[in-house]
């Protein structure tokens, strides 16, 4: 199984982009997007399963996660990008769903992929 990344780069605050991870090998019914800024903690960005998606509050409102079955890949729609979104973006998934309360924990995700870089300018 491999996840690949892509899409990260550079953009000014108030811009988009748009986040893509292609997973290969099999289909899974659960996939997520976390980041890690520099001297933090990875933090969890948003999940997706069939019918349900989940967001931390501080992109709600601002970011989109989305799967394309047919492609198996998984995008995250950036709007409204901030400064203090700046991290390196790693997408995750597992074969089966988990209850809502786990879905943000990284530890619940079997494959990550290897990480896209997302700086926001002022």
């Known amino acids: 199984v491999q996840l690949q990344a892509s899409g990260g780069g550079l953009v000014q605050a108030g811009g988009s982009l748009r986040l893509s991870c292609v997973a290969s090998?099999?289909?899974?019914?659960?996939s997520a997007w976390f980041r890690q800024a520099p001297g933090k903690e990875r933090e969890f960005v948003a999940a997706w399963s069939t019918g349900n998606t989940r967001y931390a509050a501080s992109v709600k409102g601002r970011f989109t996660i989305y799967r394309d079955i047919a492609k198996n890949t998984v995008y995250l729609q950036m709007n409204s990008l901030k400064v203090e979104d700046t991290a390196v973006y790693y997408c995750a998934v597992r074969p089966s769903r988990v209850i809502f309360s786990q879905q943000s924990l990284p530890e619940e995700y079997t494959y990550w992929g290897q990480g896209t870089l997302v700086t926001v300018s002022s």
């Open positions: 090998g099999r289909t899974f019914s659960m």
